[in-house]
RNA sequence: GGCGGCAUAGCCAAGCGGUAAGGCAUGGGUCUGCAACACCCUUACCACCGGUUCGAGUCCGGUUGCCGCCU
């Protein structure tokens, strides 16, 4: 009698996501798959704020540590990967749980999402970035524009107005976007919201713990690695204490910046959820025992689309 | 006590008679295969009082505060 097929756990960095999913997973007899987008690296476990073992309380994890860190990943991989273990988890009875804060690879998953089926194109992709690099972002914006005039991105957003193309360039239409908002899954989505001066004390407490935990020697891993331009280093407390080791600024410096960073990251985390999809928010510093009970509550709650309209009235 | 310098947004800072650049921080936002990415938008009764002038952050006088040097 399972009522909720799949729950989520967003939000921002530091607010406590870790804790309360282990919290359900034991209370709803639950597994975890990561939402976190640079999680799935391996090595880096510090900076990204990974759960250790020893703090799963037995309970599985699912895609951290799929990838090497010079290895690319995105999006459209993690959704597949995803819907299979949703999947998996479910037939062995379990609640699956999805804990993480990127919000394009939650949302990837939780809604009728459809990528293009054009896998990436390395040579066009090739082509198009010489191309911009010659004529400057403004023209190719332009080129953009005559392919299809409805695509609305700014021109100084250059990386995607060059993904857009490299789509149109291949003969496909592009996905319409209002799929986004149908669920696929009966789920139940928790945020976690901590107000923003309590947040940004979090985080640089956060930091300064990571630091003493040992980010440095775990960072300099990586750099020592000869590991460059990737994917995974353009990670929060990985870029800027590369930045440190390539002598562009002394260490406090790096540390200073690696706050600041995560204080904007976190910001941004609030925007997306708050405006991508319906999400059923609880303070994060308030009792534990309101806010389990207010989570019993819509797990009760049977009527999908009713549970839905009320956890998009929880507004933050 | 004397002489000199400086006072512009939360911070740094341009401005040199015609109605306040910019950066950082802050806040808001965009996003369909790099999303911890990339990108956009956002904040001023110029220390105070008086004067000169059609017009003053800008010139003059005074007050206050800070900083230097001297006694």
């Given at each position: ?14 607010s ?6 282990i ?9 975890i ?16 704020a990974?759960?250790r073992p ?9 895609l ?15 959704q ?12 062995r ?7 993480g ?38 023209a ?14 700014h ?34 989505i ?8 309590e947040?940004?004390?979090?985080i ?17 891993r ?18 800027e ?18 706050k ?57």
């Open positions: 009698m399972i009522m909720v097929e799949v729950i989520a756990i967003v939000g921002p960095t530091a406590g996501k870790t804790a309360l999913s919290e359900l997973a034991k209370r709803f007899n639950g597994e798959i990561n939402g976190d987008s640079m999680q799935v690296y391996r090595g880096m476990d510090i900076g990204t990974k759960i020893e703090e799963m309380g037995g309970i599985p994890h699912h951290l540590d799929i990838r090497d860190p010079e290895e690319s990943f995105s999006v459209a991989e993690y597949l990967l995803v819907r299979e273990k949703i999947t998996e988890i479910q037939q009875g379990k609640l699956p749980i999805i804990v804060g990127t919000g394009l690879y939650v949302q990837s998953v939780l809604f009728d999402y459809r990528f293009s089926k054009q896998q990436v194109n390395e040579e066009l992709r090739h082509t198009l970035h010489a191309e911009l690099e010659r004529l400057g972002p403004e190719m914006h332009s080129k953009l524009m005559a392919l299809d005039p409805k695509i609305d991105i021109p100084n957003n250059t990386r995607r107005v060059l993904r857009a193309m490299e789509i149109l360039l291949s003969g496909e239409e592009k996905e319409d976007g209002s799929l986004a908002q149908a669920p696929m899954y009966d789920e139940l928790i945020g976690l919201d901590v107000p923003r001066d947040l940004y004390k979090r640089d407490s956060r930091v300064e713990g990571m630091m003493e935990a040992g980010l440095l020697d775990e960072v300099r990586l750099y020592d690695r000869g590991l460059r331009d990737v994917q995974s280093i353009k990670a929060i407390g990985y870029k204490l590369y930045g440190y080791f390539d002598g562009m600024y002394p260490l406090d410096e790096a540390i200073a910046k690696l600041r960073n995560s204080r904007k990251y976190a910001k941004r985390q609030f925007t997306y959820f708050r405006n991508k999809m319906p999400i059923l928010w609880l303070d994060a510093t308030a009792d534990p025992k309101n806010n389990l009970e207010e989570i019993m509550r819509f797990w009760q709650e049977s009527d999908r689309n009713r549970r839905i309209e009320q956890m998009a009235k929880t507004i933050r």
